[in-house]
């Protein structure tokens, strides 16, 4: 055994010292990186992936999580801010459903379920309508976090005091709604309306005008005002303008924030709107072919006369004179010959007869005025905005103020007069709020595409550096071999004359006795070289 590790020690000596300065640093960086990728792999591919198991949960309810996971031996962290806890992946559906049969997370709101598990007696009238007024305030936050987009809800409600006499009217109860809605989720007027209508329904003596609904980024969701046969009442008038003004915001705001990031843009928008609703009647009368401004003949009635012939000669008997009273036809003067002719016609032509019953919309935009600041990709540095940007900037604004705008009231709009309605300033905000980042948990996939190479170079570096030393291996064997067939010396005892084929077979022979593997191996070299 020691003589085989010692042989195996000096096979790797020798191979070690016939290797070249460039083949040594090829082998020694091969194993580093081999080492390292390897490391590297292990690292990223053994580790906990820790993913959040609640988010946006109190401080002190964190802390009672974190106590349960303890007791339980489950790894945790806490997230930055203490509103999150996060645990490894595998065990998230698992944790969910025990800490759920535990009673976490315990928000501490009471619900209608309060009057169950502690009804009893001693329970003042105040006591009754605080836990009243905090159960309705938690199950009208619950249905409304059922609908699409919502992520929460806060509800605060107030109502009015009741009297015990009965002259004295009854006060409007009130209610203000928090919502904490998905990034980008808009809500369409039907939608805002239900929940309106959601929110009158379950609070008594709570109408419309006394509810305010609004957002985490405070923007307010307004009921739309609902329109007479005169148009939109003066009190509706400036919830209207401020309903077009907010879509014609939000629509800026998305496309610019698209272009350049929505923490990079700001805008405001005001608009003149015409609220005067006109109805009138016209009644038109407008021929067929208005190129010749005739209509369509009905009836033609055409009269022709015509008259040729002479007159009658000079003479004869005046009526007067005559004593028969018949008269001789007498004719005073001379007359020459001629000819008659009368033509009349009538025609009778069909028109278009048009009635109108026009009402004009009592929403025309009559004038808008765009404001927009763009924050440069540097904050500090005015200089990096792209070449060009601004001018995009310009023509997309130009573009929706001639298509918002009434085309009567405001006519055909020049540059000059798009560009009176439209400011842009570049420059840094100052006070923005950074919003926290959240952690990622996944592995990028260009992690897996990078070890797959790697570990193909390692395989092939692995294959190539075995090869070598074998083919190394067989060659120093062979001239190993060569040097102990050319060292041996056999005496003949018989001292005859020996030939050099007679000595080589009985250097084989001593050979296979004393060496058996050694001259095995010499017979598969043989037997591979022929």
């Given at each position: 055994?020691?003589?085989?590790?010692?042989?195996?020690?000096?096979?790797?000596?020798?191979?070690?010292?016939?290797?070249?300065?460039?083949?040594?640093?090829?082998?020694?960086?091969?194993?580093?990186?081999?080492i390292l990728i390897a490391a590297f792999l292990t690292y990223f591919l053994s580790r906990t992936e820790f993913v959040p198991l609640y988010s946006d949960v109190s401080r002190a309810e964190i802390g009672r999580i974190k106590e349960q996971l303890d007791a339980q031996g489950v790894q945790n962290k806490v997230a930055p801010g203490g509103t999150s806890i996060l645990v490894p992946q595998e065990n998230v559906d698992s944790l969910l459903v025990s800490l759920a049969a535990e009673g976490f997370p315990n928000t501490g709101m009471i619900d209608y379920s309060f009057f169950a598990e502690n009804a009893g007696f001693g329970t003042t009238d105040n006591e009754f309508n605080m836990i009243k007024l905090a159960s309705m305030q938690t199950e009208l936050a619950n249905i409304i976090k059922g609908i699409e987009g919502v992520k929460d809800a806060d509800v605060m409600i107030t109502l009015p005091t009741e009297s015990v006499f009965l002259n004295e009217n009854t006060g409007q109860a009130s209610a203000s709604i928090m919502l904490k809605t998905d990034a980008g989720h808009q809500f369409t007027e039907p939608q805002i309306t239900a929940l309106y209508k959601l929110v009158s329904k379950s609070i008594p003596n709570l109408s419309t005008d006394d509810?305010?609904?609004?957002?985490?980024?405070?923007?307010?969701?307004?009921?739309?005002?609902?329109?007479?046969?005169?148009?939109p009442s003066i009190t509706d008038q400036m919830t209207l303008k401020k309903t077009i003004e907010r879509d014609l915001q939000r629509q800026v705001q998305m496309m610019l924030g698209t272009m350049m990031g929505q923490d990079k843009v700001v805008v405001s928008v005001t608009t003149d709107i015409d609220f005067q609703l006109e109805n009138r009647e016209e009644n038109l009368v407008l021929p067929v072919d208005e190129e010749s401004m005739e209509g369509i003949a009905l009836s033609v009635q055409r009269l022709t006369e015509s008259f040729t012939g002479n007159n009658p000669l000079e003479g004869g008997t005046p009526a007067a004179e005559d004593a028969t009273?018949?008269?001789?036809?007498?004719?005073?003067?001379?007359?020459?010959?001629?000819?008659?002719?009368?033509?009349?016609?009538?025609?009778?032509?069909?028109?278009?007869?048009?009635?109108?019953e026009i009402v004009e919309s009592p929403y025309k935009i009559r004038d808008i005025g765009i404001q927009v600041m763009v924050e440069p990709p540097i904050a500090d540095d005015t200089t990096s905005m792209p070449p060009g940007m601004q001018d995009d900037v310009q023509r997309i604004l130009e573009t929706?103020?001639?298509?918002?705008?009434?085309?009567?009231?405001?006519?055909?709009?020049?540059?000059?007069?798009?560009?009176?309605?439209?400011?842009?300033s570049v420059q840094p905000f100052n006070g923005k709020t950074v919003a926290d980042p959240t952690p990622k948990s996944a592995i990028p996939w260009w992690i897996y595409v990078i070890g797959g190479v790697l570990l193909l170079v390692i395989g092939v570096l692995v294959f190539m550096y075995f090869k070598n030393r074998r083919n190394a291996e067989e060659l120093e064997e062979e001239l190993i071999l060569e040097e102990q067939l050319a060292s041996f010396d056999v005496d003949d005892i018989n001292n005859e004359l020996e030939t050099e084929g007679t000595v080589r077979r009985k250097q084989l022979e001593k050979m296979a006795k004393e060496k058996p593997e050694e001259f095995a191996k010499l017979l598969r070299t043989w037997i591979a070289e022929e």
């Open positions: 055994m020691n003589e085989r590790l010692a042989k195996i020690k000096t096979d790797i000596q020798a191979f070690w010292l016939s290797r070249t300065k460039k083949q040594k640093t090829t082998y020694i960086g091969s194993a580093l990186a081999v509810i305010v609904i609004m957002n985490q980024y405070s923007e307010y969701f307004d009921l739309k005002a609902t329109d007479t046969a005169y148009g009273d018949n008269g001789t036809g007498y004719v005073e003067g001379a007359f020459s010959n001629g000819d008659y002719e009368k033509i009349e016609e009538t025609v009778n032509n069909e028109v278009n007869k048009i009635r109108k929706i103020i001639r298509t918002s705008i009434d085309k009567e009231a405001a006519g055909e709009l020049t540059t000059e007069e798009l560009d009176d309605k439209i400011a842009v």
